[in-house]
């Protein structure tokens, strides 16, 4: 019995999996797929001062549709950092989903929210390791500008409970493809 109620779950979960279509929320997230070059200001916590870094942001949608990938690079503090997102929809709780990891520390974040009425502005927002290494607020917020330009902010919620932000990247996107770069 157990057998067969593990198997027709398995099946459930399956068949709903290849049945399901991707939504307006999906297709808005769509559009940050592709290569991006990353100009990036932050606060440097050793000096309190801002920096400017560098950075690339590969986006892609290897499982189709419905998840966007991205695998990250820069330089941060003087440490070169690699981090990986994946975003999606949940059409059951209404929100975007995500994870974020990266090389600089063990904790995975995970985050949840939504675009704005006009889809130009995607917040999403999760518990991760503040600046004193306890558990804050992080807030991450997206601001379209075209189709080749955006801006990342990431705020975050000090021990006095202000948030601040310590991360503005200007992202824009290559203009060559790499099937493009391939054929030179």
Known sequence: MRTTLSFVLTLTACLSAQTAQPTKQHRLLARLAGIWNA?????????????KSKGTSIRRQPLGELWLMD??????????????????????????????????????????????EAGKVMTLSGVGVGADGQPAKNTYVWTLQNENQHVFEHFTRMPDGKDVKIVTMTMTRRTRTMDEVRKE
């Open 39 to 51: 100009e990036i200001d932050y606060i440097d916590f050793n000096t309190g001062k801002p920096a």
């Open 71 to 116: 695998n990250f690079q820069a330089s941060v503090m003087g440490t070169p950092i690699k981090g990986m997102s994946t975003t999606g929809y949940d059409p059951i709780k209404k929100k975007l989903v995500g994870t974020w990891v990266d090389s600089m520390s063990p904790h995975m974040m995970i985050v949840e929210g939504n675009w704005d």
